[in-house]
């Protein structure tokens, strides 16, 4: 969950409002103020640390969208609504110590603390984290990240899980090895025309991932060129004639068949001569008995 800021008194935040330069006030919308919170909540946690993180980014998703609401604005608020989202057999023995724990430390007779304190929700983030988040995660999301591979030509996939592991398993992407790790992780052919290409090894993840993508626009305007037949030009198959060993294949102009004008058939009818009645015909006809 995200830690809650420290809030300050609205004393101290009018002289900053006051800097605000007027155009940029005629840009911003003023925060519509409801009684409701807005959106869909969080799905009830049970206790299963599998669901944890997931929890987790619900959560934070819901809270960035009712930030104005006071619920999500005073941190021990803030803190007993996550609770009222956890319920099960295997938490609510959990939650209930909590609950406790949260209004002892706001109403105790000895130095109580202020529901405004951020430190409530921090302190119950950090023990949530602690007893119900998955503890192999890390070593998980590690061996991951070391088996990623660029699955065929989708770059942007590779890119974007490549990110998201790192995250997960803090990793500094600025750093060399996590860049080493980016680089073998790419097709092994797309790998060496980066190292190969003018300019130099790229330097910041953000180099080997502009030179990755520059590579692959290279291939694809190469493969266009010099492969013409391929898939990609579809418009210069002939029709399948409906046997499939030929169907899609690709003809060279120089090979199609040229339609030519000619004068239509002209068909003869050959009648011979077999019985004694048409012998006698074709005699008086003066016709020959094997033409016509």
């Known amino acids: 969950m995200a830690q809650q800021p420290a809030q300050q008194a609205p004393a101290q935040q009018a002289p900053v ?64 609504y996550a609770l009222s989202l956890m319920r099960g057999p295997n938490i609510d023995n959990w939650v209930n110590d909590q609950v406790l724990l949260l209004r002892e430390l706001t109403t105790q007779a000895l130095n109580p603390i202020d529901r405004n304190n951020p430190n409530l929700w921090n302190d119950f983030n950090t023990r949530f984290t602690n007893a119900y988040t998955d503890t192999a995660k890390k070593q998980t999301t590690q061996q991951k990240l070391m088996a990623l591979k660029m699955y065929q030509d989708d770059l942007d996939m590779y890119i974007s899980t490549f990110k998201h592991l790192c995250t997960q398993a803090n990793y500094d992407i600025t750093t060399g090895g996590t860049m080493h790790l980016f680089a073998q992780g790419l097709k ?16 910041t993840i953000n180099k080997w991932e502009d030179a990755a993508r520059d590579e692959m626009k290279k291939h694809a305007y190469r493969q266009t060129m010099l492969n013409p037949g391929r898939a990609q030009f579809k418009w210069q198959f002939t029709k399948s004639n409906g046997n499939r060993n030929h169907r899609n294949k690709y003809v060279h102009p120089n090979d199609r068949t040229v339609p030519m004008d000619v004068d239509p058939p002209v068909f003869t009818q050959v009648n011979k001569a077999y019985t004694e009645h048409n012998k006698k015909k074709h005699r008086s006809e003066g016709r020959c008995f094997n033409c016509s």
């Open 17 to 80: 409002a006051a800097q605000v330069a007027p155009q940029a006030a005629q840009i911003v919308a003023p925060v519509t103020t409801t009684d409701k919170l807005r959106g869909t909540p969080p799905d009830t946690f049970k206790g299963d640390r599998k669901h944890s993180e997931t929890f987790l980014h619900q959560f934070n998703l819901y809270w960035g969208l009712n930030e104005s609401h006071e619920v999500m604005q005073v941190p021990y608020f803030c803190a007993m």
């Open 188 to 203: 092994q052919k797309l790998l060496e025309s980066i190292l190969y290409r003018q300019g130099g090894i790229p330097i």
